[in-house]
């Protein structure tokens, strides 16, 4: 599949500005390869890195583009389209001037924006940054690789996982530690799948995996956990919802509007065991309460946005 996305074309009329990686790599690396992926199987060419005179509407991410590309392709007769995410400072945990620069971006070069949650947008209009016309898409899965075993009986000890590509503390790393350090191995059986700071001598490990194969570990847990801060639409936890897994999660940043009724919120670690047992003991009526982002909606939405619908 990789290669198909990868390939350049010439005359489609969506491009998309943005350069892919080999998963396992970055949330929104994954998100933007299973939506060029949902548009092409309706029948939709994507262009990458090309714009054309075919080309009706440019998608851009985050800070990635090249201003002076866009100041030279930004025209009436082709709609640019800016995927914003962040405040970057504030899930970064350190302020580098990179808002500053998406929002000079959005400005000079953007006909609409979409945000990836309604706290990402909030939390930019709180810093005085407004946006062209925003929209709020959520992330999604692809669901030829994410989607969801059957409903089955918790495991004993509950099987919890959590993952993540990136080991910044601010992803959980401190929260886990914290875990592995507390938790009782006859009641929870706790597995990391990725990279992390934080040494986890009592939980199993797994390095970064592609999609296929982290949706498979996925499916063999019973609660998915994050603990990540101010993470505007977490492509983790997406991955997680989408194959069916309740959620356990800190009230912080996009998480409540995606798990919403399928899981429970915590502030402070010591929270964490008793709603991980609650998850357990409430697992079927949890499971139906799951109702993550599906990339069939998204997709329909980022078409309207572009003016392709």
Not at 178 to 187: I, K, S, T, V, Y
Not at 235 to 258: D, I, M, Y
Not at 290 to 299: G, L, N
């Amino acid at each position: 599949m990789i290669n198909r996305l990868l390939r350049r074309r010439r005359g489609a009329p969506i491009a998309m500005l943005h350069e892919f990686h080999r998963p396992p790599y970055g949330g929104g690396n994954q998100f933007l390869l299973a939506l060029r992926a949902e548009l092409e199987r309706r029948g939709s060419a994507v262009d990458v890195g090309h714009v054309g005179p075919e080309t009706k509407a440019v998608l851009f991410n985050s800070h990635h583009a090249d201003i002076a590309q866009l100041r030279k392709i930004r025209t009436p007769l082709v709609r640019m389209v800016h995927r914003v995410d962040g405040p970057i400072g504030a899930y970064r945990g350190r302020e580098d001037g990179t808002d500053q620069k998406i929002w000079q971006l959005n400005h000079e070069c953007a006909d609409t924006t979409i945000f990836q949650s309604h706290y990402s947008l909030n939390r930019h209009l709180e810093m005085g940054l407004e946006f062209r016309d925003p929209h709020v898409i959520p992330n999604a899965a692809d669901p030829s690789m994410f989607f969801a075993a059957p409903a089955h009986q918790p495991a004993t000890p509950l099987r919890v996982i959590a993952s993540s590509w990136s080991d910044n503390p601010r992803k959980g790393g401190p929260v886990y530690a914290w875990l592995d350090a507390h938790l009782d191995p006859q009641r929870i059986a706790f597995t990391f799948v990725g990279r992390i700071a934080q040494s986890l001598p009592h939980s199993r490990i797994i390095d970064a995996v592609p999609s296929p194969e982290l949706a498979d570990v996925l499916r063999q847990h019973d609660v998915y956990l994050t603990a990540s801060e101010d993470d505007p639409c977490s492509n983790a936890l997406v991955e997680a919802l989408t194959c069916g897994l309740p959620a356990v999660f800190r009230k912080s940043g996009g998480h409540p509007e995606l798990v919403r009724g399928g899981g429970y919120g915590f502030d402070q670690p010591e929270e964490i065991p008793e709603l991980l047992e609650r998850a357990g003991r409430n697992y079927r009526d949890l499971r139906t309460r799951v109702t993550p982002p599906t990339m069939a909606a998204a997709a329909d939405a980022y078409l309207n946005v572009m003016g392709l619908s």
